[in-house]
Nanobody, 120 residues
Framework: VQLQASGGGLVQAGGSLRLSCAASGGTLYAVGWFRQAPGKEREFVAAISWSGSRKYYADSVKDRFTISRDNAKNTLYLQMNSLKPEDTADYYC????????????????WGKGTLVTVSS
């Protein structure tokens, strides 16, 4: 499975961006977004189950970010609103066997990052 993330860019604080992650070469089960800021470890952002019925968010993004998926298109999304400078990072999409694996960073497939820069 190959994952291709897109949608990153430069935005002012308070603005919005929508990230997409297109998958090819296989079916995605549980999927999620992670991010890594310069000099920091990669951290969990959000995850969603295969059916979309279960969603999980890091406390730092809850009520601002929304994860969703379109299984017909094999695509994952992350709608990011009310962006803050501390959201600046490379954002990675990832896939695991089930939602528990994703939440435990037990990832089968990583996509390349897409850079999000939020200016103050």
């Amino acid at each position: 499975v190959q994952l291709q993330a897109s949608g990153g860019g430069l935005v002012q604080a308070g603005g919005s961006l929508r990230l997409s992650c297109a998958a090819s070469g296989g079916t995605l089960y549980a999927v999620g977004w992670f991010r890594q800021a310069p000099g920091k470890e990669r951290e969990f952002v959000a995850a969603i189950s295969w059916s979309g019925s279960r969603k999980y968010y890091a406390d730092s993004v809850k009520d601002r970010f929304t994860i969703s998926r379109d299984n017909a298109k094999n695509t994952l999304y992350l709608q990011m609103n009310s962006l803050k400078p501390e959201d600046t990072a490379d954002y990675y999409c990832a896939a695991g066997g089930d939602i528990g694996q994703v939440l435990n960073y037990d990832i089968n497939y990583w996509g390349k990052g897409t850079l999000v820069t939020v200016s103050s």
